[in-house]
């Protein structure tokens, strides 16, 4: 009666040659052909950062957990601020508010940031002011929920920019939004996030 070798399992181990010599050989021969292989990823643009996508049309409204915002036309424009008569960058914007409260206006200071074109100077966010167009002559304190009003936001206008007459088009990126605590300010508030909801490119006229 033949008798059969009992069978075993084949490990990884057992496809490499025994000797260390030939095991150092081979481990070498493939650190050979993975960095060939990343030398021509390399070469070929694979490590390459993604080219940020330009700035679309505002022809459509945006959305993020606060806000449904829709972009209609951005100008400069001559108007009193704090310190006398200056000119701002303004966007006129049909806002709508998800919450079920009151919103101060300025909370959407950080989540909407402008940038001028073309030199891509960034205008500061912490001057936004908000008007209603039915009332530009007194600050909106609040924006009220549920409830689509036609606001115009202005900036002032950079002061490292040569000229206004420069300003050809205005970027604005709008960021997402998260009722939270903050890190120093635990009370939970809507703060924006880094997640883009729009990227939106607009000419910018003269009022």
Do not use: C, K
Not at 43 to 63: Q, Y
Not at 84 to 94: D, F, K, L, P
Request: aromatic share 6%; net charge negative; glycine share 6%.
């Amino acid at each position: 009666m033949a008798h059969h070798a009992p069978d075993h399992d084949v490990s990884p181990g057992d496809l490499l040659p025994r000797s260390p010599a030939a095991r150092a050989a081979l481990a070498s021969a493939f650190a050979v052909v993975v960095a060939a292989l990343l030398l021509a990823l390399w070469r070929t643009g694979g490590f390459a950062p993604v080219p940020e996508a330009p700035p679309g049309p505002a022809d459509a409204p945006v959305r993020n957990d606060l806000f449904t915002l829709e972009v209609h036309g951005a100008s400069i424009v001559t108007a009193e601020g704090l310190t006398g008569t200056s000119e701002w960058i303004e966007v006129r914007a049909e806002l709508t508010s998800h919450d079920r409260s009151p919103v101060p206006a300025h909370t959407l200071a950080d989540m909407v940031r402008p940038t001028v074109l073309p030199g891509g100077v960034d205008v500061e966010t912490s001057g936004l002011q908000i008007t209603r167009e039915r009332d530009p002559d007194y600050p909106a304190g609040y924006v009220q929920p549920e409830m689509t009003e036609t606001f115009l936001l202005r900036w002032p206008v950079p002061e490292r920019l040569a000229s206004v007459a420069d300003v050809e088009r205005l970027r604005l990126v709008v960021l997402g939004a998260e009722f939270t605590p903050g890190f120093l300010d635990q009370s939970s508030a809507w703060r924006s996030t880094e997640d883009r909801v729009a990227d939106i490119a607009l000419p910018v006229e003269r009022g």
